[in-house]
């Protein structure tokens, strides 16, 4: 075996495979890179003298973050799919799901064994929560460490492959989410090797991320090397890149500049539409604008300013950042569905100053849609979804304003069938402190906004992880299966009709009336026409020959005097003739 790492400031470097070190030598042709041969078998690498670490390329993780590393044969896995030429994202619909919850089992070929109901369910790719090592068996993965490696207890490396090689032949691409802006606080040796983090800035993990200091060369060139790795050796089709606000970087070529640009030259070698989907706070469309007109380049965005609108209009609630959207939830999610942002310069109370810029209104597929997500859902004290307070018909509701809308719509797993189950927020570290620090603090968060300690789910409780995974029964009970069958018959649609896919924001226009409790979206020949509420039924003019009634939930009666009526909680899709 050929061992090689970057251990700039070491006075001496060994690998040690099998208890026995074997001594590196300086690489002449790469300053501050160490080479040499061994027998293959777990090794670690030695500074110094002191003990063995965890590669930080390490492929593979087999006794967990402070473990060895074991190397892993990519060209030994035999896919059987090989005719899979990948899919581009816009026109497609994301379904997120974490491994480790969405089944009891909790690996990827439990997962795999589930992927024909997302077949049936209509969905196109699968965004798979992070699978980078970390601390324990569960997790929710944004607490990982070696982002070259996958999480054994999942299936590690093989099961992995797998589960891409099944989805892959269902039709169905995968999207991984990977963390970037910091690593775990537990089994993390990176800074003992080089400067992987900086002083320069501060984040909510502490040092930032090295990717403008001294060293930061080889920071990016590691951490662009780990998502080629996904891309390429585990023929993942797109990357998610956790909370891209939080790199701190202050280089003429940005990092996410040089990561898009990498990417792109593999999916030209590789001949598969790979993208980059990115989540930021900043509103500014410069994050997925191309990058010879001055962007970052890629591909799409997680949209919270369409969330945060929908979800005051369904629930009502205003604290925090939803005050802003709660003033006029009718206004604020009519401007979101025709506009994109709902910041796009505007003041935000929230953070006390103005905010964002305008979105182009011809790229809403640049901009992921959702009701729900693992963070909207399992940053809430008691990680309760939608379904927890809201009729089947609100949520069948949220369910068209979001398959129907200019964005790429992205669904939570269990969504599509009103799933009774919480997602909550859970951890698993091994280390006492640790745990009971991060015990504590998630109480005394939502202590400060009137919860009672005894209320918030202890994280480490592994009940807390029992009550998050997802109960595979209710999708053929009532009312989870009229639910289902919805979402089926929208996402149906959604394929079908074009005008309901496209992203062309400024020929959306939206009509709503908040004293009767009602909203129109028109999508071209179609009609979109939502109650949220109500006591009684109410009439919503059409505007336009009625052509069909494509799909409807709860009471509606259409065709009545050029209306449709809607009873409380309802929600109709219709076609007109022109």
């Not at 590196?24 to 501050?32: K, M, N, S, V, W």
């Not at 992987?196 to 060139?221: C, I, K, M, Q």
């Not at 990115?278 to 990058?291: H, I, K, Q, V």
């Not at 028109?522 to 059409?542: C, D, M, Q």
Request: aromatic share 10%.
């Amino acid at each position: 075996m050929r061992y090689r790492v970057w251990a700039p400031e070491a006075k001496v470097v060994e690998v040690e495979v099998g208890a026995i070190p074997y001594l590196l030598e300086r690489d002449p042709a790469h300053p501050g890179w160490w080479h040499g041969d061994g027998p293959d078998g777990d090794y670690g690498f030695r500074l110094n003298g002191g003990p063995a670490l965890p590669d930080p390329r390490s492929p593979r993780q087999p006794f967990g973050p402070d473990g060895l590393s074991r190397p892993v044969d990519h060209a030994a896995f035999a896919w059987t799919e090989t005719a899979w030429r990948g899919r581009p994202l816009p026109g497609a619909v994301v379904y997120e799901l974490h491994v480790g919850t969405f089944t009891a089992d909790g690996t990827f070929d439990a997962a795999a064994a589930r992927l024909d109901h997302l077949v049936e369910l209509g969905v196109d790719f699968v965004e798979l929560m992070p699978v980078c090592p970390f601390p324990g068996r569960h997790g929710w993965g944004y607490d990982g460490v070696a982002p070259w490696a996958v999480h054994e207890p999942y299936g590690g490396p093989d099961g992995l492959k797998r589960f891409v090689d099944a989805a892959h032949r269902r039709g169905l691409g995968v999207i991984l989410d990977v963390v970037h802006n910091h690593l775990g606080p537990s089994g993390n040796y990176l800074p003992r090797f080089g400067p992987y983090f900086t002083d320069r800035h501060h984040t909510p993990w502490g040092a930032a991320v090295n990717l403008d200091a001294p060293g930061s060369d080889e920071v990016r060139a590691y951490l662009i090397g780990s998502a080629l790795a996904w891309l390429r050796d585990y023929r993942i089709d797109g990357l998610r890149l956790d909370a891209v606000h939080t790199l701190a970087d202050d280089r003429a070529l940005p990092f996410l500049e040089e990561l898009a640009a990498a990417v792109d030259e593999l999916a030209e070698a590789t001949g598969r539409p790979l993208f980059l989907v990115g989540e930021s706070d900043l509103n500014d469309p410069r994050t997925t604008a191309p990058r010879p007109a001055g962007g970052l380049g890629l591909t799409a965005q997680w949209s919270d300013d369409f969330h945060h609108a929908l979800h005051t209009l369904l629930t009502g609630e205003g604290q925090g950042y939803y005050a802003d959207f709660a003033a006029d939830p009718w206004a604020a999610l009519g401007k979101t569905l025709t506009g994109g942002f709902f910041h796009d310069g505007a003041w935000s109370s929230f953070r006390g100053r103005s905010h964002g810029r305008p979105f182009p209104t011809a790229y809403g597929h640049r901009l992921l849609g959702y009701a729900q997500t693992h963070d909207q859902i399992g940053n809430r004290a008691t990680g309760d979804r939608l379904s927890a307070a809201l009729p089947p018909g609100r949520l069948a509701a949220a369910a068209a304003l979001v398959l129907t809308s200019p964005f790429t719509p992205m669904l939570f797993m269990g969504e599509e069938w009103g799933a009774s189950t919480p997602w909550q927020y859970f951890t698993d570290h091994t280390d006492p402190q640790l745990a009971e620090a991060v015990r504590q603090g998630r109480r005394r968060e939502f202590g400060e906004h009137g919860w009672r300690a005894e209320d918030v789910p202890d994280p480490q409780d592994p009940a807390t992880v029992r009550a998050s995974t997802l109960d595979w029964s209710e999708p053929d009970r009532t009312p989870h299966a009229e639910l289902l069958g919805w979402y089926r018959e929208l996402i149906r649609l959604r394929h079908a009709a074009p005008e309901l896919a496209a992203g062309d924001l400024a020929a959306v226009r939206v009509r709503h009336d908040a004293a009767a409790g009602w909203l129109a979206v028109h999508r071209g020949r179609y009609r979109v026409l939502a109650r949220i509420g109500g006591e009684r039924p109410v009439a919503v003019p059409l505007e336009g020959e009625l052509a069909a009634l494509e799909a409807s939930f709860g009471e509606v009666q259409a065709g009545v005097n050029g209306t449709v009526l809607l009873g409380p909680d309802s929600v109709a899709v219709l076609r007109t003739t022109a």
